[in-house]
C-alpha cells in the first residue's frame, strides 16, 4: 500500500510540474505575440497569414 501511495503521489508532483511547464511556455507564448502586435501590427499578421478579405 504504500508503494501505491508513493506512485500516486509522484504521479501528482508530475501532473503538477508539467502543467507549469506547459503554462509557462504558452503564456510567455501569448504575451510575446500581443506585444509584437502591439508594437508591429503588419508584420506580425504578415507572418501569421492573417488576410483582410476573411476578417471582413
Same mark, same amino acid.
Given at each position: @500500500?504504500?508503494?501505491?501511495?508513493?506512485?500516486?503521489?509522484? =504521479?501528482?508532483?508530475? @501532473?503538477?510540474?508539467? @502543467?507549469?511547464?506547459? =503554462?509557462?511556455?504558452?503564456?510567455?507564448?501569448?504575451?510575446?505575440?500581443?506585444?509584437?502586435?502591439?508594437? @508591429?501590427?503588419?508584420?506580425?499578421?504578415?507572418?501569421?497569414?492573417?488576410?483582410?478579405?476573411?476578417?471582413?
Amino acid at each position: @500500500m504504500k508503494f501505491a501511495g508513493f506512485l500516486i503521489t509522484l =504521479l501528482i508532483i508530475l @501532473m503538477g510540474f508539467s @502543467m507549469l511547464i506547459f =503554462l509557462g511556455m504558452f503564456i510567455s507564448y501569448w504575451l510575446t505575440l500581443i506585444g509584437l502586435e502591439k508594437i @508591429m501590427p503588419k508584420r506580425v499578421y504578415r507572418w501569421l497569414g492573417h488576410n483582410e478579405t476573411e476578417a471582413s
